[in-house]
């Protein structure tokens, strides 16, 4: 009986020997720790969605039309239209069966928030309203991200180096790094054109549209991270 019990504590400590990871049984002397950076930034690229179609002016102006004053509009801003303004989308609905109405939906790319309210209240003058933000974003974005994971790599090291001198021990080379990065996109407060007009517009006065409030785009890194001890 005696026997039988020392056979089966020899195969559970030969199991367990077993169940060591390939790391742990190479490095047996190691330190294991987690890195965390953050940095917050300003977004450099607005997305604004334009929509014109022949409703809003009872088929009375064409979406040609709309579209060049809305060309000559964005110019007068500075605004290289070639380069930042696109087609996102053309439909037509029919609203009897004689009219069909075409609708153009665009794209324009600005480069500086604070573009946003004059645009809007530049095309609001043109007679185009159907306006929105739809997304704010940096140019460098993945730049920026690799610049953050690196700084919680160091940050992961810098904290190994400080556990290792606290017990007269220097930290060797990294043989597990593993790393998650996240981002939150910058958060605005969502405007359209339509509903922002100013009560003065209706005495013919230029409209005035509140500039949105965008918040900035925060990036983070964790690095987890094993050193060997020496």
């Known amino acids: ?63 040609e039309k709309q579209e ?3 060309i000559v509009a964005l110019r007068k ?44 209240a530049t095309l609001q003058e043109a007679g185009i309203t159907a306006i929105g933000i739809e997304k704010a974003t940096r140019s460098d974005i993945e730049q920026i991200r690799g610049e953050v994971r690196d700084e919680a790599m160091r940050n992961a090291r810098a904290t190994a180096q400080s556990l290792a001198a606290a017990i007269d021990q220097t930290i060797g080379k990294a043989f597990y790094i593993n790393y998650y ?12 054109a339509n509903v922002v007009m100013a009560e003065s517009a209706a005495d013919g006065a230029a409209p005035t549209v509140e500039q949105p409030e965008f918040r900035k785009i925060k990036l983070s890194a964790t690095v987890q991270a094993k050193f060997v001890l020496e």
């Open 1 to 63: 009986m005696k026997r039988i019990i020392l056979l089966a504590l020899a195969v559970v400590m030969t199991i367990g020997a077993q169940a060591q990871t390939p790391q742990a049984q190479a490095f047996p002397s190691f330190v294991e720790v987690n890195g965390v950076a953050e940095r917050e930034v300003e977004p450099d690229r607005i997305y604004l969605t334009i929509t014109i179609n022949e409703r809003e002016s009872k088929g009375r102006i064409t979406v």
């Open 68 to 70: 060049q004053d809305m």
């Open 77 to 120: 801003l500075g605004i290289d239209t070639k380069e930042q303004l696109r087609v996102n989308d053309i439909s037509s609905s029919r609203l009897k069966r004689t009219q069909a109405v075409t609708t153009k939906s665009y794209q324009l790319l600005l480069t500086e928030p604070t573009l946003v309210s004059e645009v809007i």
């Open 181 to 192: 990065q996240s981002s939150q996109p910058a958060v605005f407060r969502m405007m359209k």
